[in-house]
């Protein structure tokens, strides 16, 4: 059974991999990539979804151009975490491909209007976008199947600041707007939360991405050491592969120079992975807010399990997995792509 879906991101790094990683599984089908500003500027960051699509040969999927900047608040972007166009160290050619004649909101809205039901969003950005299309349809939570959101931070420290993770952070409004336009539907309709507590525990490291140029029939054998220069860039003959490894290295290093290790936090793609497949995620409904107003805690993600606020369940926050068969799982898909387009 396909899984169709609206993907909608700022890419991104993480994004960029879990593109990469619905492009690669026979299940996504794939209605619109919705482009909202984040990690980078939107304009950048529909470049970067056009890019992705020709690397990985993709067929004409629409992307959309969203949310210049936060519902509220002035925009923020992390060029020090992604790189200066948001893939780290790849340098992608530009893509020739035309941005959708609607925009984001206006695809998310038109999407869920023609296949009520069906289809599952896809947030690994700030929710601008979707806060944006809600407005316009007050309908479209009943209309989505499902929602599967990579942002918050619940028991575990912010990455934005001590207690807000970054997709929150960016605007904490539309997460507001979005998570109480879910409230009341039923348990298995209820949008999916990947916070910080899990994917944080899904951690990349360099012996992964060697397993991924293996598993692409890619020569050299591609070996990432954190005592290379920061010059150093992949020689893999592989496309896909050496972009994959130059974008990871730089999320990498920005790891390292922050005293996490030689290593990536996998967000987004393992968001994505639970789009597909809910089972791979622990899950634990709860009510749940986002501040706005706290001078310490603005952004930050809150969870009433016990209903002490006396109000509906609006969320299923995932809060453990296997990391090492989520890394099967991508290594597969992902190098199999890429051996079949390069082989």
Partial sequence: MTVPLIV???????????????LSSP????????????????????????AWLDLCGATDIEVTLGAQKPLVAPLMTTEETHGPQGIGHAELPLSTRPLSDRDAATAWVEIVRERPGEVTG??????????????VEPELPRLLKRLVV??????????????SEWNIAVDPEAAAEVFAAFAGLPE????????????????????HIARLAERAGSTPREVLSEDDASTTRSSASNPVVRHFSDAVRFYFEFHRD??????????????????????????????VDVE???????????ADYRGMWGREHNASIAYATDPSA??????????????????
Avoid: W
């Avoid at 909608?8 to 619905?22: K, M």
């Avoid at 309709?189 to 490291?205: G, H, K, Q, Y």
């Avoid at 706005?292 to 809150?302: F, I, P, Q, S």
């Fill in 258 to 287: 922050h005293d996490q290790g030689f290593l990536a936090h996998m967000h987004d793609p393992f968001a994505a992975a639970v789009a597909l497949d809910p089972s791979i995620a622990v899950q634990r409904t709860a009510t």
């Fill in 122 to 135: 896809l947030v690994t950005g700030p929710l601008t976008n979707l806060a944006t299309a809600i407005r």
């Fill in 326 to 343: 989520f890394f099967d799982d991508l290594i597969e898909r992902v190098g199999g792509l890429a051996a079949r387009l390069y082989p």
């Fill in 27 to 50: 299940e996504a089908e794939i209605l619109s990539i919705a482009s909202t500003a984040g990690n980078v500027p939107v304009n950048q960051v529909a470049a970067n979804n056009l």
């Fill in 8 to 22: 909608d991101v700022d890419t991104g790094i993480d994004d960029s991999l879990a593109l990469l990683y619905l």
């Fill in 188 to 207: 298995n309709r209820l949008p999916i939360l990947c916070p910080l507590d899990v994917t944080e525990t899904v951690e990349m490291f360099p012996e």
């Fill in 292 to 302: 706005l107003d706290g001078k310490l805690t603005r952004g930050t993600t809150v």
């Fill in 150 to 163: 990579m942002g918050g931070a619940f028991h575990h420290p912010g990455n934005t600041t001590p207690t």
